[in-house]
């Protein structure tokens, strides 16, 4: 495979600071004297021009700040991934705090992001349905609308009388979208000025996700807990071996040192090494990290580093090649693993993460092993912090959120991504997400434990392969019920002279192993995907 390399989001330049200076005052030489009120006058209009000039600075150092503060609603947001979207059904999904439906467009062949919300009583679409022709119907009262968000049927008003469905008051609201790396992308802002702006800026493109020598693992999830708390947790690897202990396998022990404790938790040289407005690069001792703000995490294994060779392989433009400088035999096929996290602010306490594992290797796993078996990992790996993270995030709305640096000490350079990502959120982001006036920022109650690890609501309504298995399996529950039943009763009503005592005897084994059979998977349908308790104490 070639170089590949994985283009940034479009860097801010920080233009240098402008001092206009004034023109200089040309002062006749002459034999006169320079009486004391000229002396002042002059003094004044010199004293004049530095305040203009010492105003020009102030006002260039204060764009130039301006320019470098990022903006929450000038940027492409994910919405869902593609194979968890069904095209006959519009999907209500909300982002930034905004209600969004999204829905797929036969007539264009693509895939719509509106506002959740019909013009005409702001009943919500995404609870309507697709119409024959192709195009959203709001339930409500049948008005139809097409990809555009023009109005093309209202069915209470007269064939004959005036075209009130071609009114822009009639019209859906439109966002923005497009399909990138198999994820719905949406840009949050419905002036017609950002109409095109996918010509001008796109999402962060990832080609290892498009790559057909790659297999990706793909999923999603909705958190009970805020965005800035998902994005820590994800940084923050040194957390791994204690917080899903027996879930991921602890690392191998280290040479010359005695492991402390079962974990074999160890230092990580981890290192910030750009830090901009629209996110930072980083490394450790085997992987290579970037963080496009505001949404994409995503880290690699890269053999540079495995062998020892820490030159840097960041290009000047920000951007992060997956594969250059990497010096590898010639004979080698390098086997590659990535970790795209897709991190999306919801509202206050509230997150979606899509993720997208792509590897190069074992592909024929996937053909095999259906990805609602791959989930059920994955959702114990989420599980098993959710709830300590969920409390966590309100210790930090106690402390206040300008405040964290101060109240936790981050004193080791595994904390490095954690203390960037903060940096990075103080500096250019205002400190928080902007929700656009819509919440004040506070995070709801703290609900029980049983609700934050619930997983139906939070991932199996909203996953096309899980969701297929609950109801699969739920079909296969209610058939060992019936056949252990069925079984049992024809054994009650088969005569003892009739059949043999062996004929009597396999009919009652069959219903105990039934009834077995279902009790069991009603307890692994409750597990996998309903609830499943993680204690760490216990493990």
Same mark, same amino acid.
């Given at each position: 495979?070639?170089?590949?390399?994985?283009?940034?989001?479009?860097?801010?330049?920080?233009?240098?600071?402008?001092?206009?200076?004034?023109?200089?005052?040309?002062l006749l030489s002459s034999s006169f004297k320079i009486t004391t009120t000229q002396r002042n006058v002059?003094?004044?209009?010199?004293?004049?021009?530095?305040?203009?000039?010492?105003?020009?600075?102030?006002?260039?150092?204060?764009?130039?700040?301006?320019?470098? =503060?990022?903006?929450?609603? *000038?940027? !492409?947001?994910?919405?869902?991934?593609?194979?968890?979207?069904?095209?006959?059904?519009?999907?209500?999904?909300?982002?930034?705090?905004?209600?969004?439906?999204?829905? !797929?467009?036969?007539?264009?062949?693509?895939?719509?992001?509106?506002?959740?919300?019909?013009p005409h009583r702001l009943a919500p679409l995404s609870e309507g349905r697709i119409d024959q022709w192709?195009?959203?119907?709001?339930?409500?009262?049948?008005?139809?609308?097409?990809?555009?968000?023009?109005?093309? +049927?209202?069915?209470?008003?007269?064939?004959?009388?005036?075209?009130?469905?071609?009114?822009?008051?009639?019209?859906?609201?439109?966002?923005?979208?497009?399909?990138?790396?198999?994820?719905?992308?949406?840009?949050?802002?419905?002036?017609? $000025?950002?109409?095109?702006?996918?010509?001008?800026?796109?999402?962060? +493109?990832?080609?290892? /996700?498009?790559?057909?020598?790659?297999?990706? %693992?793909?999923?999603?999830?909705?958190?009970?807990?805020?965005?800035?708390?998902?994005?820590?947790? %994800?940084?923050?690897?040194?957390? %791994?071996?204690?917080?899903?202990?027996?879930?991921?396998?602890?690392?191998?022990?280290? $040479?010359? @040192?005695?492991?402390?404790?079962?974990?074999?938790? @160890?230092?990580?040289?981890?290192?910030?090494?750009? /830090?901009?407005?629209?996110?930072?690069?980083?490394?450790?001792?085997?992987?290579?990290? $970037?963080?496009?703000?505001?949404?994409?995490?995503?880290?690699?294994?890269?053999?540079?580093?495995v062998q020892g060779n820490v030159e840097s392989s960041s290009k000047n433009d920000g951007s992060l090649?997956?594969?250059?400088?990497?010096?590898?035999?010639?004979?080698?096929?390098? @086997?590659?693993? &990535?970790?795209?996290? +897709?991190?999306?602010?919801?509202?206050?306490?509230?997150?979606?993460?899509? !993720?997208? +594992?792509? #590897?190069?290797?074992?592909?024929?796993?996937? *053909?095999?092993?259906? @990805? !609602?078996? &791959?989930?059920?990992?994955?959702?114990?790996?989420?599980?098993?912090?959710?709830?300590?993270?969920?409390?966590?995030?309100?210790?930090?709305?106690?402390?206040?959120?300008?405040?964290?640096?101060?109240?936790?000490?981050?004193?080791?350079?595994?904390?490095?991504?954690?203390?960037?990502?903060?940096?990075?959120? #103080?500096?250019?982001?205002?400190?928080?997400?902007?929700?656009?006036?819509?919440?004040?920022?506070? /995070?709801?109650?703290?609900?029980?434990?049983?609700?934050?690890?619930?997983?139906?609501?939070?991932?199996?309504?909203?996953? =096309?392969?899980?969701?297929?298995?609950?109801?699969?399996?739920?079909?296969?529950?209610? *058939?060992?019920?019936?056949?252990?039943?069925?079984?049992?009763?024809?054994?009650?009503?088969?005569?003892?002279?009739? *059949?043999?005592?062996?004929?009597?005897?396999?009919? &009652?084994?069959?219903?105990?192993?039934?009834?077995?059979?279902?009790?069991?998977?009603?307890?692994?349908?409750?597990?996998?995907?309903?609830?499943?308790?993680?204690?760490?104490? /216990?493990?």
């Open positions: 495979m070639g170089v590949a390399t994985i283009s940034s989001i479009h860097l801010l330049h920080i233009p240098t600071t402008l001092t206009l200076n004034p023109p200089r005052s040309r002059l003094r004044k209009c010199g004293l004049l021009h530095t305040a203009m000039a010492s105003d020009d600075v102030v006002t260039s150092e204060r764009r130039t700040m301006e320019e470098e =503060k990022f903006d929450w609603f *000038s940027e !492409w947001y994910p919405v869902m991934p593609v194979c968890d979207l069904d095209k006959k059904v519009p999907t209500g999904k909300k982002v930034l705090g905004l209600d969004l439906v999204v829905w !797929w467009d036969r007539n264009e062949n693509a895939w719509k992001v509106f506002d959740d919300s019909c192709g195009r959203l119907q709001c339930v409500y009262h049948g008005w139809c609308f097409n990809g555009s968000g023009d109005c093309k +049927f209202i069915p209470q008003a007269p064939p004959d009388g005036p075209p009130v469905h071609s009114s822009k008051k009639a019209c859906a609201a439109v966002y923005p979208s497009t399909m990138q790396n198999g994820i719905v992308w949406f840009w949050p802002n419905l002036d017609p $000025k950002f109409k095109d702006i996918i010509m001008e800026k796109k999402p962060p +493109f990832i080609p290892e /996700l498009d790559d057909p020598s790659y297999v990706k %693992l793909e999923g999603n999830r909705d958190m009970a807990y805020g965005y800035e708390v998902l994005i820590e947790n %994800l940084m923050d690897l040194a957390h %791994l071996p204690y917080a899903h202990y027996g879930i991921i396998p602890a690392p191998p022990p280290m $040479k010359n @040192r005695v492991n402390t404790d079962r974990e074999r938790g @160890r230092p990580l040289e981890m290192v910030v090494e750009k /830090l901009k407005a629209d996110g930072f690069v980083g490394k450790d001792e085997t992987l290579r990290h $970037k963080f496009f703000a505001p949404c994409v995490y995503y880290y690699f294994t890269d053999p540079e580093l090649s997956s594969t250059a400088n990497v010096k590898k035999p010639p004979t080698e096929i390098s @086997r590659r693993t &990535f970790l795209a996290f +897709f991190c999306i602010p919801v509202s206050p306490g509230k997150s979606r993460l899509i !993720w997208a +594992f792509p #590897n190069n290797f074992d592909k024929w796993v996937h *053909s095999i092993v259906p @990805r !609602w078996m &791959f989930h059920i990992v994955q959702n114990l790996i989420l599980d098993s912090d959710m709830y300590l993270l969920r409390v966590e995030e309100h210790k930090y709305e106690e402390i206040g959120t300008s405040n964290w640096h101060k109240a936790c000490y981050v004193p080791v350079k595994s904390d490095a991504f954690v203390v960037g990502f903060r940096r990075w959120l #103080n500096k250019y982001a205002g400190g928080q997400v902007d929700w656009g006036g819509k919440y004040s920022g506070s /995070l709801p109650p703290l609900p029980p434990r049983e609700q934050v690890l619930e997983r139906y609501w939070s991932h199996v309504v909203n996953c =096309k392969s899980c969701n297929g298995a609950y109801k699969a399996l739920n079909k296969a529950e209610v *058939s060992l019920q019936v056949i252990s039943i069925a079984a049992i009763g024809a054994l009650a009503l088969t005569k003892s002279g009739v *059949s043999s005592a062996k004929v009597r005897a396999t009919i &009652f084994i069959i219903a105990i192993l039934c009834f077995a059979a279902s009790k069991w998977l009603s307890h692994f349908i409750h597990k996998t995907f309903r609830f499943h308790d993680y204690i760490h104490a /216990l493990v």
